[in-house]
């Protein structure tokens, strides 16, 4: 890959693990309303771009490749994110341990760690299974093709959308076309598709991405969640509707337009923030619990400017001081592998 692509991609990666973490932290209240305008809200809205991001990202470079074995393509990528996780999952049980005690220890990790906020790497996992497979096809089939399959995904994306909005119960299965797999295939296509005029792309992208943004706000009710089936475990926090579509594909190609004709490389703390970005986002988990559990500390006497103040200043704090953490990791002996920084 080239220095360009790199560049993009790595920006792409570093706004993403922020606007996860954004959201979590935005979780913590439920309105700060400063003139009109629900700010938690705003935040949680903006942040739910992240999950999307990340995967159009793996899209990018998973994707069209040759890998001589499907084996080779597990026994490379599944201990990259299995090793990191089950790290994670001991450090946070250690705190569980002394904050709830060994009684509901095994509850509280399912409940909390495995069954709610660790719910992207189970769907890293679905899509790593997959991409193997889809990639044969796109190898055989070319970009033209893939346009196919983005058209039925921007469809059942639509179709889905209108369904929650008008409160319609559908027997239409398409659920091939709007799993976790749609959002890599469509970053793919992004990252690959022939751009003749970036400035005219970045300002519909600009246009594309507020009209989304305005609908999402207003009526977060109509977002399409796939598997929603509590009764099989299949429950999933990506949003396939229409305009958290919009959202996730305008933010990236924006950004891939914005170093499309510069020969910039990536500088060395964006470069460190994408290598950490897997591992900021397991280590914020544990984070954010502390936060959560001790919240009137952070919360006490803040009215809706005040919360705001406090969202920003704990999303950078947390942003830095897990990126600090999954660095420190990186660089002992031993330790590099349960990191997650690559």
Known sequence: MNQQRIKYLDDLRVIGIFAIILVHIASLWVTSTIVGVDWQKLASTIGNIGVPIFLMISGALLLNKNYPTVSGFYKKRFPRITIPFIFWIIIYGIYSLHTTGISNLSYDIANTFLNNLGWYFYLIVGVYLAIPFINEFIRNRGLNEVRYFIMIFILASVFYTACRFFNITSYLDLRFFIGGLSYVIVGYYLANVKIKSPKKVMAGTVLLFLISLFVSYQMPEIGVYEFNNPYLYLNSYLDFSIFRLGLGA???????????????????LTLSISKASYGMYLSHITLFLFIRNHLSIFTAGANGFGIVIRL??????????????????????YLKEFSGYH
Request: proline share 2%.
């Open 250 to 268: 305008s933010v990236f190609l924006f950004v891939r337009c914005l170093f499309l004709n510069t020969a910039t490389t990536t500088g060395k």
């Open 312 to 333: 920003v200043l704990m999303t950078i704090g947390v942003f830095l001081i897990t990126w600090i953490v999954t660095v420190i990791l990186s660089k002992i002996p």
